[in-house]
């Protein structure tokens, strides 16, 4: 594939719901020459990566699925790991795209040929491809957050992050001590609660914590919406305009639906829980929605449980046996679960990238985590991004996000034809000066740490509006926000 009459049109670089949905957009199009590198040896991305116990999606299940391939069998309103996974495989077999996928195939760098217009990608294995066109569509939540904590190699038992679950753990009996209380753990702690002997949560902040309101499907139901397939777009519509009209709203600083939610999440929480020392210590102390706002029925309830104990003492050292805490306490552990979430703003963690005059993304990203749109970076003809810097969520369904920006993608390729579009310097700053200055409306911006915020305290994750106005934004490609460089010749 590396010869210099087999170039690829495009080269997708992850294969989770990102990367499928290209592969279908570029396939749709009648653009067969593509491949999709998968470092795993399977389809699905952080659903064939987190395989822990409880593992789920907290976006509805008619909504958490492509709109040209609506599901109407889901058996929950919140869809499994399992079941995210087998959908995402059987789209992919359905719309020819397995075909065009290349497992167990990692791309450590890419670099941009100025004068062919090409770009070369390196695999880990040395082989080299070449392709006119380069998605990154590796997800922001794949490399997992380790702790810093002093000892972690000195523990006796296993220790594992939640991403990376061994599938021969037995945690029959044993002490076990989860380091984090936030999305992953609220989903694995009443999981694993009746088969540990003992659980100790070490919970850093509180969260708000809402209902899931989980429940299953029924057959009738099931099959009305196979028989009547307009009724499931539908109900995709209204979830989706629903949460761009009221969740979203209460993202807002100081807006009327933000008190609105935090005392309904706080009165959720008050009817569970009767102690008041144990209330204290699950209050949040921060305006709702400047961290995640997490969804569970059960996590409060497994709390109370007697074999269960919330910590909030800080961590001083993990000791061979267990974990020390600030206050001297030791806790005894046969085993530790570090729930501690993932690097979200280490956008293409394992992936060099070099564009024009030798350039690197990563050394761009140390100056500033940005990109035009989502997508495009100064200095890096015909290559884009799925899931950049500024396109996360914390209201509705990142395949919103996914499906606009893969139809973007699509267009710049076909207006590119045999040149390569580079985006202005001065059209990325621009857009990015709107984000930073609407994103001071956003609850996310206030005083508080979350992992929404990068260390210089800007909010690269996030967009601040609507799904409905990012999918107007990337129907609308500006080209003239591009430089159009010709092949040589």
């Not at 822990?52 to 889901?74: E, K, Q, R, T």
């Not at 629903?242 to 100081?254: C, G, V, Y």
């Not at 509705?396 to 139809?407: D, P």
Request: aromatic share 10%.
């Amino acid at each position: 594939m590396s010869r210099e009459d087999n170039i690829l049109t495009a080269a997708i670089i992850g294969a989770g719901f990102s990367g499928v949905a290209m592969g279908i957009a570029l396939k749709r199009a009648g653009i067969d020459d593509f491949v999709i590198f998968e470092k795993s040896d399977g389809i699905s991305g952080t659903w064939w990566d987190n395989t822990y116990p409880g593992a789920g999606c907290d976006v509805p299940s008619h909504l958490y699925c492509y709109s040209f391939a609506p599901n109407p069998d889901w058996s929950h309103a919140f869809s499994l790991q399992g079941e995210i996974r087998d959908y995402v495989e059987a789209t992919a077999r359905r719309f020819g795209i397995t075909g065009h996928v290349r497992l167990n195939t990692t791309i450590t760098t890419t670099r941009f040929d100025e004068s062919a217009l090409i770009w070369e990608l390196h695999t880990a294995a040395g082989e080299v491809i070449k392709a006119r066109h380069v998605i990154s569509a590796t997800g922001p939540l794949r490399v997992p957050n380790i702790p810093a904590i002093s000892g972690l190699d000195d523990f006796k038992g296993r220790c594992f992050h939640s991403a990376r679950w061994p599938q021969d753990m037995d945690l029959d009996g044993k002490s076990v001590a989860m380091i984090g209380s936030a999305a992953s753990a609220v989903q694995i702690a009443p999981a694993i609660a009746g088969e540990v002997g003992h659980l100790h949560i070490f919970q850093r902040t509180p969260n708000y914590i809402v209902p899931r309101r989980q429940r299953l499907y029924s057959e009738m139901q099931k099959a009305r919406w196979r028989r009547f397939p307009f009724l499931l777009r539908l109900r995709r519509a209204w979830m989706a305009f629903s949460r761009d009209f009221f969740s979203f709203r209460a993202f807002r600083k100081n807006s009327l639906l933000s008190r609105m939610f935090a005392h309904g999440a706080l009165h959720h929480m008050h009817e569970i829980i009767h102690d008041e020392s144990l209330r204290a210590k699950l209050t949040p102390d921060y305006p709702l929605g400047c961290k995640r706002i997490l969804l569970s029925d059960d996590y409060y309830q497994t709390l109370l449980r007697p074999n269960v104990s919330l910590v909030t003492d800080g961590i001083e050292r993990i000791t061979g046996d267990g974990l020390r805490t600030c206050t001297g306490q030791d806790v005894a552990a046969d085993a530790i679960i570090l729930a501690t979430g993932f690097e979200a703003t280490n956008f293409l963690a394992g992936l060099e990238v070099f564009g024009r005059g030798g350039a690197g993304l990563h050394q761009r990203f140390a100056q500033r985590l940005s990109a035009y749109r989502g997508v495009s970076y100064p200095g890096f003809p015909n290559f884009y991004t799925i899931l950049g810097p500024n396109t996360g969520l914390g209201h509705s369904s990142m395949i919103l996000i996914i499906e606009a920006q893969a139809g973007y993608i699509l267009k710049s390729i076909r207006h590119a034809g045999a040149r390569a579009l580079d985006v202005r310097e001065q059209a990325e700053q621009r857009f990015n000066a709107a984000i930073a200055r609407d994103m001071q409306k956003m609850v996310w911006a206030s005083d508080c740490q979350s992992w929404y915020k990068a260390e210089d305290g800007t909010i690269p994750t996030l967009w601040p509006h609507s799904t409905a106005a990012f999918a107007r934004l990337m129907a609308m490609p500006a080209y003239n926000d591009y430089e159009a460089v010709p092949p040589a010749g």
